[in-house]
């Protein structure tokens, strides 16, 4: 049973009142007339005094391996007895991946270099007091397998005789592998690039009709992806047909060097063509009749959106718009001398020497340039010769305009 017992006393001592917890014992009677035993006194808390913090539990089975190139993702699962805030903490993170202290989530994505095994990787929490880990692990990062190449683009499916016809797809892979391209069904008519998948042709009127089947592909080394299979169909020329112009003109020339281009152009029908130029610099004198343009210009300077066109009075087109740079240099001069040649290759004497052809260049396979002189000159310089080397040689020709075996071939490099 339970009583409180209450002493007083006359002494020094002050009333001290003792809550005694008496237990009373079990098979034992009030009234035996026994001792009972000495009663439990439980200890009193002492004020202030909190109890130990419990240690925070972590839990949950990491992913072990990831392919290179995807998402690698794990979630710890923690709790604190007590409630505390917690905070996470990784040890020996692999380089590719991230730990979010707040959530414990590990995340990442490795690269193609990145394959390799990760050890001795340790999740901890912690309440900040105590802290818990989950056991080390390894990640595995295994090589991606190779991805297929893609290829896309819409090719024309129609072109009419005598026109130009093209199409390049555009490819790409991955992994970055080289690519190569191939075409199935390509017409006759056409050519084919395997670097760029270029596929090109001028058909004529024999070529009228349709080339069923035409697929283009893309090969990886390892994978190839194709294109939709399409047909093209040449159709006849109907009326009139617009002229085609060609050419690729020069992007810079040396002030005080003469600048010269003429572009190509043709017409199906075999009209008369006209040319034309627009924006063509104030140095430049342009020819109707053939589209040349040509030039001495004196001081440096850009010149651009210049435009070349040809019509045959019905239709008009044009090259694409180009720019010359005029850029300052040095220039010079070379001077050849000769000696006059007095017999023929049989041996027999000369006697119908017509003149001389001087031929020149900037590289000595491709002598382009020509100056012709009359019989009586022995000697000649070429001037407005811009900076590198020069090649001259020289021939002699008849009065039948028969030309003899060139001379040997000399240099002059100008600084």
């Not at 409630?83 to 040890?91: E, H, K, R, T, V």
Request: net charge negative.
């Amino acid at each position: 049973m339970d009583f409180l017992l209450r002493m007083s006393s006359n002494t020094r001592y002050k009333s001290l009142a003792l809550l005694l917890v008496v237990a009373s014992l079990a098979g034992c009677a009030s009234d035996s007339g026994k001792d009972s035993a000495a009663p439990a006194v439980a200890p009193p808390t002492q004020p202030g005094t909190q109890p130990p913090s419990g240690t925070p539990v972590i839990s949950g089975t990491p992913v072990m391996s990831v392919q290179a190139t995807t998402n690698y993702a794990f979630q710890p699962t923690a709790s604190d007895p007590d409630g505390n805030a917690l905070a996470y903490s990784i040890a020996n993170r692999p380089t590719w991946a991230t730990l979010n202290t707040a959530s414990g989530a590990l995340t990442g994505t490795p690269s193609a270099m990145q394959t390799g095994t990760y050890a001795g990787i340790v999740i901890s929490v912690t309440d900040g007091t105590n802290t818990a880990s989950l056991p080390a692990f390894s990640i595995q990062v295994t090589t991606a397998p190779n991805r297929a190449p893609t290829i896309s683009g819409t090719p024309a499916t129609t072109v009419q005789a005598d026109m130009p016809y093209s199409f390049q797809p555009t490819a790409t892979d991955p992994e970055n592998n080289p690519l190569t391209f191939s075409v199935e069904g390509a017409p006759s008519w056409t050519t084919f690039n395997a670097s760029t998948g270029r596929l090109s042709g001028t058909p004529t009127s024999a070529n009228v009709g349709i080339t069923n089947r035409i697929i283009f592909r893309v090969a990886d080394g390892t994978n190839v992806t194709a294109l939709s299979a399409f047909n093209l169909t040449v159709t006849s020329v109907t009326g009139n047909t617009a002229p085609v112009i060609s050419g690729t003109p020069g992007a810079s020339v040396v002030a005080g060097v003469l600048y010269s281009f003429t572009p190509t152009a043709s017409d199906a029908n075999g009209d008369a063509l006209t040319y034309s130029v627009v924006n063509a610099p104030l140095w430049a004198v342009f020819n109707t009749a053939t589209g040349q343009l040509s030039g001495l210009p004196s001081i440096a300077a850009t010149h651009s959106n210049i435009t070349i066109r040809v019509s045959d009075g019905q239709a008009t087109v044009s090259l694409p718009a180009f720019s010359i740079a005029v850029r300052s240099g040095t220039v010079g001069n070379a001077t050849l001398t000769w000696a006059t040649p007095t017999n023929n290759t049989d041996g027999s004497a000369l006697t119908d020497l017509g003149g001389y052809r001087i031929v020149y260049g900037t590289s000595s396979n491709t002598l382009d340039r020509q100056v012709q002189l009359t019989a009586d000159r022995l000697t000649h310089t070429i001037d407005n010769l811009v900076s590198g080397t020069w090649y001259f040689a020289i021939r002699a020709y008849s009065t039948a305009d028969v030309e003899s075996s060139l001379s040997a071939i000399m240099y002059k490099t100008i600084q």
